[in-house]
């Protein structure tokens, strides 16, 4: 096993037995999170991919690599699904036959009211639906990429029903401890304000790093050789953006389509102002925006989301 | 002093004199390389602004610091001009005076169509005019912001004028030599190339980072605090391009407003069918795009532009 760091012998798990549905970058993340920081007794872990499950089984961090979700989740406490945003619905349908009663249901997608909807739908009844996102990745993808720090200081988003039961509210006061076992800061939201919020903060950038990726690549004057070469100049922190997981990132436009056409709708009209500003020449204009800019990155940087430092090595553009 | 790595002593300085106009983060830069690398004599760096003058003085990274473009070009043997691209002419303009006979008069400019007419317009005769562009740089301003690694194994693009006489060319080959020293890679190219090159790989982006962090500034349903809070789902990689220096920005996209156009209007034209593909749910549509543009970022990484490792603390996306 890699990547162990000691278990709090003091700290009891927060589940006897965590299951992932999914073992890629985040779904093999959360396994190792949980394993170092003994948030879990026994893990088990369910993918499609027997690649996948190959490389699972000789990286060594779950205790139970199967290829069925029913399997995995037989006497889990805590279900976590990690597959892509639309074969969600799938997964619980999956997994269900194997869950205990009073077992929680939670998941990594980053849309929450499509996933929500899939969940409630396949859920077995008795069992716990708390939508889950936490706000962590890499452009990386597959069982290697996932690592157990990624979630340190980092935000998970629960989208609970509405429910008000006791035992609901234990089933998430637990979910909460795991999280924050795992190193995360947990916010709850409501689901249709997630999806607008990170309609915002990651899926538009996500599709306009897509995009102007994509339009580099088909320019007859310049060639692909020049794109890379040049590429400090600030085309490069897009094709990291642009090399995240197609398959979960056709999914998250697709579920999210409201949402990110609103957003796309707003940036694109700012967009036209910007060009016709260029145009004729409005000096004034661009600067006011650019001075504005700068401000909301030095309230970033002042809220501890981001180091003013320098990024020697990564960051250098002109 | 700051920075200093000791200077080979077996390399004689490149030029006895470096005078360097506008001491801002490229132009401290290039000041602090030249020192540390042993490829100037004597430096001698010149700022219109007081404050900048007085953080020089403090910082003692150059023998003479003065707000009088023509003192510190006098004698000379090679001046770079560090200051916004609109303001390149009159950086000119004000050197000319002290500038020796034979003198290379060189810049940084982002931009190199307008600046090389500029800077040919005003440079007094018997000067050789080699405009440059150091694809190098990082969102900080300011004469502290500099530091002299900053153009080690990062492109250096020169525009030579189309002359083939042997004091140009061997001008040319001196100034090559310099920034070699500096430790860049240096390549020619024809200026109005150049522009359209950056257009894409470097413009083109600073204006989208601009835009999306203004469209998000806007937003009513969403506050400043969720998306800073959030910013780590790929939004924050925006907000440090958009944090960029506002006048050397505005310059760049009044002066290459052409190129930046035309690039632009492509950027949009794929941004529609984008669109359009999530408003229809064209899955297989943004699966190709994204599976593409994945390969874009893995040609990068091959061509050892950029590391393939994760970016421990500053990319965790989601």
Same mark, same amino acid.
């Given at each position: 096993m890699t990547d162990h760091s000691p278990t709090p012998k003091s700290a009891e798990p927060v589940y006897a037995k965590l299951a992932v549905i999914g073992g890629g970058l985040i779904g093999s993340s959360v396994i190792r999170a949980a394993r170092e920081k003994g948030a879990a007794g026994e893990i088990a872990v369910a993918d499609s991919s027997p690649v996948h499950r190959e490389r699972l089984k000789a990286l060594g961090i779950a205790d139970q690599v199967t290829g069925d979700a029913a399997e995995a989740a037989r006497d889990a406490d805590l279900i976590v699904l990690a597959v892509p945003v639309m074969a969600m619905g799938e997964a619980v349908a999956a997994a269900a036959p194997g869950m205990k009663l009073g077992a929680t249901l939670s998941d990594v997608g980053s849309v929450k009211g499509a996933v929500a909807e899939a969940m409630a739908a396949n859920a077995p009844a008795g069992a716990f639906v708390i939508p889950g996102h936490p706000v962590a990745g890499t452009e990386q993808s597959g069982p290697? @990429? &996932?690592? &157990?720090?990624?979630? /340190?200081?980092r935000w998970i988003i629960l989208t609970p029903q509405k429910r008000d039961d006791a035992p609901y509210q234990a089933a998430l006061e637990r979910l909460t401890e795991f999280w924050l076992r795992l190193g995360s800061r947990v916010e709850l939201m409501d689901e249709r304000h997630h999806d607008l919020v990170l309609a915002v903060t990651s899926h538009l950038p996500h599709l306009i790093a897509y995009n102007i990726v994509g339009t580099a690549a088909d320019l +007859? /004057?310049?060639t692909q050789g020049e794109v890379m070469k040049y590429s @400090? &100049? &600030?085309f490069r922190d897009f094709t990291r953006i642009a090399a995240s997981d197609p398959i979960m990132w056709r999914d998250v436009f697709l579920t999210n389509k409201d949402a990110v056409l609103e957003i796309l709708g707003r940036f694109t009209e700012d967009l036209q102002a910007l060009s016709r500003a260029i145009r004729w020449g409005e000096g004034e204009k661009l600067q006011q925006l650019f001075t504005r800019t700068r401000a909301i990155r030095l309230g970033i940087v002042a809220a501890g989301q +981001?180091? @003013? /430092?320098p990024n020697f090595g990564r960051d250098r553009r002109g």
């Open positions: 290697d @990429a &996932g690592f &157990g720090s990624l979630f /340190e200081n +007859e /004057e310049v @400090a &100049g &600030g +981001e180091s @003013a /430092e």
